[in-house]
Each structure stands twice: as C-alpha cells, then as structure tokens.
C-alpha cells in the first residue's frame, strides 16, 4: 500500500510552480478568505506600501458598512475579520512595523460598528479582536524611539471613545515596551480626562463615561509600571465607591512593606458588590454572601501576620473556616501553626464540622478534604435527610464514596434516584437507570445488620417497592432493561 504523502515545503515545491499556481487560483475560487490572502501576498511583493494600501482598501470597507450579519453569515464574516489580521501580520509587518501598527490599531478602531452590526452572544468576534489588541504587544518591541514616543498618543485616538475598556487592554500589553519619559507624557495628557465628571444617568444605575473610566484605569496602570504607589492610590480614592478595588490596592500596598495602610483598605466594605450562593448553600437555605468573602478575609490574615500579630490573624482564620466551612481556609490556618499543633486542632475542626446543621457544606467539605470516613458517617446520621434534587453535590459525593462506604453511597444513590422518579424527570431517566445499576453492584456489599439498625430496607425490597410506586414509568423501566 503506498505511503500517504506529507505535505510539507519541500514536496510542495516538487508540483512545479505552474502546477501550484493552478490549484491556488482554483482554491481562490471556493474560499473568499484563501483569495484575500493570497490578493495580500501579491501586494506584499510589491511592498509594503501596496500592502498598507490594500488593507487600507479592506478597513475602509469594514468601517463604511452597515448591513446586519444574519447568524449564518457569522462565520464568514468572522473569517474575513481574521484574513485582515493575518494579512497585517504577515504581509506587512515584517516590512514595516510601524505600518502595522497603524493598521491593527485601526482595525480594533473597527469593533464599535462592528459589533451594532451582530449578535456576538458567543463571542466570537470579540475573540478576534483581542486578538488584534495582544499583536500591540508583538509590535511595540519592533518599533524605533520615535515611533514608540508616538505609540500612546495613536492608542489614544484610535481607541479612547471605546465603551469596551479596549484602550485599556491595548495599554495594558504596550506598557512593558514604553519608556518612563513615555509614560510620564501620558499620564499628563489622561489627568484632566479622569477627572469624576458631574452626575448624570447611567447604564445599570451608575453613571458611566468611557473616557473617564479608561483614563483613570490607564493611569494606574502607569503608575504601577513607575511604582508610584502613592498616585495609584490618590486615583483609587477619586473614584466612585462601585468602581473602587479595594482588596486589589490592599494587596499592592501589603508587597511594598506598607501593611499597616493595607489592613485599612482591607477592611473597606464597599456597599452592594456581587453577592453570590454555592450550591451547598442553597440546599442548606443558606444566604448569599459577597463574592470576595474569601479572598477578604484570607488577605487581612496575611497583613495582620506582616503586622506580627499573628494571635489575630490565626483568629481569623478559624472564624472564616468555622462559618463558611472552606477548606482553604481551613489549610492556611493549619500552615501557620507551630509543629505538632495540627493534631488537635484538626480533631477540633472535624467535630465542628460534623455538629453544624449546613448537612450538605459539611458534606462537601468532608469529601473535599477529604475525610470519608467522616463524610460516610455523617451520610448515615442523616440517613432521610438526604434530598436528591441536589443532585450536583451528591452524585460526586456518591462517587467518592463508592469503594469503602457501600452504605452511605447506597443511601445517596437511593436519595437520587427516588427524586428522579418522585418527579418523573424523564430527561434524567439515564441517570436513574444507572444509579439503579449501581446499587445492584453494592447491594453485594451492604451488611444486613447496619441496614436494619438504620432502618433501611434490603436492595431486594427497595426493588420491590420502586416497582409498586413507578411501575409504570415505561420510559424509566425501557432504560433499566437495556442496561
């Protein structure tokens, strides 16, 4: 049988040039992105004027259209996005790269038409211009000292009226590459521009100007890159209390020694903020809680510790672990105790843990840490208790639980499956079929005398008994006899 041949440069340069040069002109005709690039390659033999001049030709076209992309035109459309970058990129960039970035920063220019023009609900298209945006980054080392001096000044124009925080992005992957001078000119020509302007309506509630909010953001950014902590600081207390970072400002001024400051940040407590529920919270009729709880409280214990107090700090530590039971925060409390110390203070967690009511954040955390031994014995205290609507937290935990615990796993398996069938969730009905299954397997495991002490009936009854209650879920039944 012959050998299946490897496309490669060499055995490409083997069909002869007329022989290639048909089949690219016969691939131009069934593939618009293939003749644009090819189009580029001809430009760019030219040079690299007729290649800025050819895209120059393509981002005109983009910028004066107006037509909706209907969804089935999106990947096209997407396609011919990415041809203009690689063009850019390939063509034009190794010839000159200030030519380049000239046009890359035009294309990203491109996103506000574009995206009034599409429903990029999966984001698609913004992915091809981040992408743009990180080619900055490859670019700005190419350039000379002129054109580098230039370089925030064309991001400026180009992007400061974005209301997708874009000129941010594109300072975020120049900044490595610009010198302090650079930065200082900068930051001169964005101060006026961050200034608070006056209140007036804005989206979700808050007011909102896009050239406030990237002036401000870039000017941290430069003030971190000048270790200016002071400045990123005095911007941060400028802005309004929903747009403050507090824990991020806190963090910063921990690693630049000044930890007595970055306690008072840490504890500033912003009104409103993102409030968030685990599922185990949810099952347990837990509240919802902030969303950098856990980061809050993990980082006022390291500043407390770079305080030296760490009696507080360990304090903390456990109050965080006792409330939300988190291991992680559990395991930083254990590594700042002194040696042989972890013992105790391990039995003392694990019996808080197993005397709380929040049965499923126990149970999850038992197995997390994991302690299965536990988390089987907590399983069968509460043997009814168990509801498989929850099946997110046990169907893993059942798992888990599978080879050294037959009965706690049979009880979850159990709790799963009566909720499937109670609720006729056909679309689950797979997954019942399977637990069913599987309690087949460890009924072979289960101990008469632990079932009854439990009051849990034999795999043979339970049987029996799903039989009675559901004997008529056809579609259920059609599943377990396949199996």
């Known amino acids: 049988m012959a050998r299946a041949t490897t496309l490669t440069i060499e055995s490409l340069k083997d069909l002869g040039l007329d022989k290639l040069a048909a089949l690219a002109l016969d691939q131009c005709g069934r593939d618009a992105a293939f003749k644009k690039l090819v189009k580029a390659a001809l430009a760019g033999a030219k040079g690299p004027e007729a290649v800025a001049k050819l895209i120059d030709k393509r981002l005109d076209g983009l910028a004066r259209a107006k037509s909706f992309v209907d969804w089935n035109k999106e990947r096209a459309f997407r396609d011919d996005l ?143 890159k000048l270790g200016d902590v002071d400045t990123l600081i005095a911007i941060e207390e400028s802005l309004p209390e929903h747009r403050q970072e507090p824990l991020a400002v806190a963090e910063l001024l921990l690693s630049a020694g000044r930890a007595a400051e970055a306690l008072v940040w840490a504890r500033k407590n912003p009104k409103g903020g993102l409030k968030v529920m685990r599922m185990a919270d949810m099952a347990d009729g837990g509240m919802a809680f902030a ?47 002194g040696d042989f110390e972890e013992f105790e203070a391990l039995d003392r967690a694990f019996a808080h843990v197993m005397s709380v009511k929040q049965i499923y954040r126990a149970l999850q955390f038992l197995a997390a840490w994991p302690r299965l031994d536990l988390a089987a014995a907590l399983v069968e205290r509460e ?94 039944w059609g599943k377990v006899g396949n199996r």
């Open 291 to 337: 969303f950098d709880a856990g980061r809050r409280g993990e980082l006022e214990a390291r500043i407390l510790d770079a305080l030296g107090d760490e009696e507080a700090a360990q304090a903390l530590r456990w109050k965080q672990f006792e409330t939300t039971l988190d291991p992680g925060a559990l395991g930083a409390y254990i590594a700042a105790l």
């Open 82 to 224: 990415q041809v203009i970058i690689d063009t850019i990129m390939s063509e034009l960039a190794p010839a000159s790269p200030p030519l380049a970035l000239d046009r890359i920063l035009r294309f990203v220019g491109t996103h506000i038409g574009v995206f009034n023009r599409i429903d990029d609900s999966g984001g698609r298209i913004q992915a091809v211009y981040h992408q743009a945006i990180e080619q900055i980054g490859l670019l700005a080392p190419q350039l000379g000292a002129e054109d580098l001096e230039r370089l925030p000044e064309r991001m400026h124009a180009a992007l400061i009226d974005s209301e997708h925080g874009y000129l941010i992005d594109a300072a975020q992957v120049a900044l490595p590459n610009l010198p302090d001078n650079v930065l200082k000119r900068w930051d001169k020509t964005l101060t006026p521009l961050a200034e608070p302007k006056a209140k007036k309506s804005g989206r979700d509630g808050f007011d909102f100007d896009p050239v406030e909010h990237q002036a401000s953001e870039i000017r941290q950014l430069i003030a971190l």
């Open 383 to 476: 043997a009814t208790q168990w509801d498989g609507a929850h099946w997110e937290i046990l169907s893993d935990v059942a798992e888990t639980l599978e080879n050294d615990h037959p009965l706690a796993a049979t009880i979850l398996y159990r709790a799963l499956l009566d909720d499937i069938l109670g609720r006729a969730r056909s679309s689950a009905y797979g997954h019942g079929a399977r637990h069913l299954a599987q309690l087949g397997v460890l009924a072979n495991r289960l101990d008469d005398e632990a079932l009854s002490r439990l009051g849990i009936e034999t795999h043979t009854a339970y049987v029996l008994g799903l039989q009675k209650a559901h004997g008529r879920k056809n579609g259920f």
